[in-house]
């Protein structure tokens, strides 16, 4: 399954306010400690290790930042590469209709042309092979008439609508590893 790209991008915002968090916590904290009045050797390691401390959470809010950042433009990726997706399923069912209508049209000219040349030759062969040839050869024109004729544009039609009622999953389902052709059997 695809990543969610809303899911991705919530991720990234949600990084970077705890970042922010990160930082203004650390902000707060020296402030606290340079405020207190409290004078001394153990003061000052105190304020020493506060400052230590502050500098930490700012590395890792940082860090937050980074993560952010990295989220978003994945999100990004993820996000062109289902637009990619969705232009490559939609040129699949305008390609798949047309292509159906196509073979329509090429077996049927090919059927008549094919019918035509058997005639041919079964008129020209003697006796029994020669008539067994001819009627193969009009058998084929005539199946190449059904398909290629004024039954042409019924035939690519039907095909049409076959190809339409096959169910395309959608983008980044799982049902493309499984999708069957049935209409198309």
């Known amino acids: ?13 949600a990084y970077r306010a705890a970042g922010g968090t990160l930082r203004s916590e650390a902000t707060a904290l020296g402030v606290a400690v340079e405020s207190t009045p409290w004078h001394g ?25 980074e993560v952010a950042a990295a989220l978003e433009s994945h ?12 232009a490559v399923r939609e040129r699949f069912l305008a390609l798949a209709a047309s292509v159906g209508a196509t073979v329509v049209d090429a077996a049927g000219a090919t ?21 067994a ?16 004729g004024d039954d042409a544009e019924e035939a690519a039609a039907e095909l049409r609508e076959r190809i339409e009622r096959i169910h395309v999953p959608g983008v980044g389902d799982l049902a493309w590893l499984d999708l069957d052709l049935p ?3």
């Open 1 to 13: 399954m695809l990543p969610d790209v809303e899911a991705l991008r919530a991720l990234a915002q």
């Open 41 to 65: 050797l153990a003061a000052e390691a105190a304020r020493a290790a506060t400052h230590e401390v502050g500098a930490m959470t700012r590395a890792r809010a940082d860090e937050h930042d």
């Open 75 to 86: 999100a990004l990726e993820v996000a062109r590469t289902l637009a990619a997706i969705a």
């Open 111 to 131: 059927l008549s042309t094919a019918g035509e040349l058997l005639e041919t030759v079964g008129e020209h062969v003697p006796g029994a092979l020669g008539d």
């Open 133 to 148: 040839v001819g009627a193969v050869g009009e058998l084929a024109g005539d199946l190449g008439g059904l398909l290629g």
């Open 183 to 185: 209409e198309l059997a």
